[in-house]
């Protein structure tokens, strides 16, 4: 059961239970959609700093309501369909781009009292305990990775349905960056749940959001617990799951007009355009919970669950402007650029990098050296990339004799 991890369901299901449900899923929309809002003006007006510029400032104070008013504007648009295109996948499109940031942010824990030897997040609300998030499944990990991995789906289908070959390049880019990126975004998240405690069963790590965040109580930050590798891996691979810059190939307006969303106009135009903002929040609250402790830290006076909003924001808004600084700072990358960063360098530094993480918890446990396992894990690790390199540098040598490169 989705909702099964919650300490709130734990006995009877009661009318007040199923109020609280409902609440809470209606609040979490709410951040949603305040949040995208509030992102797109964060992310203009950042941007606007760091190039001289003023940015928005007309709609509300500080240019607030901007995306309010733009959101109107478009309402307005006069909404098209092409005459070729698949009209029934060209409507549910837009909707697949948004639907799974919306289930995953509902599995972040966005508040709570973590103190060391605290409740573990739990809050008391009309008589019950209950967590400050939608929903904690036992597999709360790997929903998140099966949501992320559908929602590219809205991308790929909406080029497709399309009926236009801009669109429909656009969809195949969008598909081979996502094989390209999924699986070191996998890996990363292992090399978490490894290092995370136990599960229910006993095993080795758990998948549930708020076990996550218990482990890294008060500041064993999965951060620096994991050696910092998956957490750049991670947002390497996130940025390019996002198709922000500088990994923004699949809509590149040089070369392919507006890519997916070229065909699409009013209110479908403006769904693709929140969802890429709301994905960005979502993926930003993800590295909070895996990497930066969640709503962890200091409860300085007053009650520990209302620090943990506040520490979550604060990680929240570090990501985010570490996000919009990249996206005004580092040019976009070449396709082979993106495909090599992906499949030569990401993906066997994750896998190289999770079996030292492997290595170091077994060798632990069977009691030996723990200076002699990282040191030899590394000279494996290194082995390897040598290959690796001199393999690839083969190939291109040989590519070029064969004349397919210039």
Known sequence: MILGADPLLSGDVGLVVVLIVLAKAAITLGICLVATMLM????RKIISDLQNRIGPNRAGPFGILQTLADGLKVLLKEDLIPDKSDRWVFRLAPILTMVPAFITFGLIPLGGDFSNG?????????????FLQLANPDAGVLLILAMSSIAVYGVML?????????????????????????????LS????????????????????????????????WNLWVTGAIPFIIFTVAATAELNRPPFDLVEAEQELVGSFQTEYSGFRFAIFYLAEFLNAVTMAAIIVTLFLGGPTGP????????????WFFVKLVAVLYA?????????????????????KVLIPLSLGWLLLLVAIRVGADAGLNFAVVPIVGAVVIGAGAGLLILATKVSRRNRELEGALD
């Open 40 to 43: 797109i003006w964060f992310e």
């Open 118 to 130: 605290g409740p573990g997040g739990r809050v008391r609300m009309f008589g019950h305990d209950t």
């Open 158 to 186: 909406a080029g497709w349905a399309s009926g236009s070959k801009y669109p429909l390049l656009g969809s195949v880019r969008a598909s081979a960056q996502m094989i390209s990126y999924e699986a070191a975004l996998g």
């Open 189 to 220: 998240v292992l090399a978490v749940v490894l290092v995370s405690g136990t599960d229910a069963l006993g095993g080795i790590g758990t998948l549930t959001t708020n076990g996550i965040v218990n482990a890294q109580v008060p500041w064993g």
């Open 299 to 310: 409860a300085l006076f007053g009650p520990g669950w209302m620090w943990g909003f506040v």
């Open 323 to 343: 996000f919009v600084w990249t996206r005004a700072s580092v040019p976009r990358v070449r396709y082979d650029q993106l495909m090599d960063l992906g499949w």
